[in-house]
């Protein structure tokens, strides 16, 4: 089994800047990709970036420019560096960690975070 613990969620004004992290633990052997994803009130949940174990990012346009991904593979960690934030990117944010949990089976799992609330208001 995996754990993802989320931290860095909160209020924040417009333009202001905030930083997620998500750490795994328990039982990993290799992490093939890590990334957020976002739900606000009535809508489904949408990818807001990932990253893969070697490096290749992607974000969705509308946070392209502002938010940045990066990983910490050493600490099964996923950052995500928030700027230039807008009342729009308010949502609950969970992170996403697809595993390998043993070296004999390629099977990938996928686990959630428990979610991080970011509000951006004045």
């Known amino acids: 089994q995996v754990q993802l613990v989320e931290s860095g969620g909160g209020l924040v004004q417009p333009g202001g800047s905030l930083r997620l992290s998500c750490a795994a633990s328990g039982s990993i052997f290799s992490i093939n990709a890590m990334g957020w994803y976002r739900q606000a009130p009535g809508k489904q949940r949408e990818l807001v970036a990932a990253?893969?174990?070697?490096?290749?990012?992607h974000y969705a346009d509308s946070v392209k420019g502002r938010f940045t991904i990066s990983g910490d593979n050493a600490k099964n960690t996923v950052y995500l560096q928030m700027n230039s934030l807008e009342p729009g990117d308010t949502a609950v944010y969970y992170c996403?960690?697809?595993?390998?949990?043993?070296?004999?089976?390629?099977?990938?799992?996928?686990?959630w975070g428990q979610g991080t609330q970011v509000t951006v208001s004045s």
């Open positions: 990253i893969t174990h070697g490096g290749d990012t």
């Open positions: 996403n960690f697809k595993v390998v949990t043993t070296p004999t089976s390629p099977y990938e799992y996928t686990y």
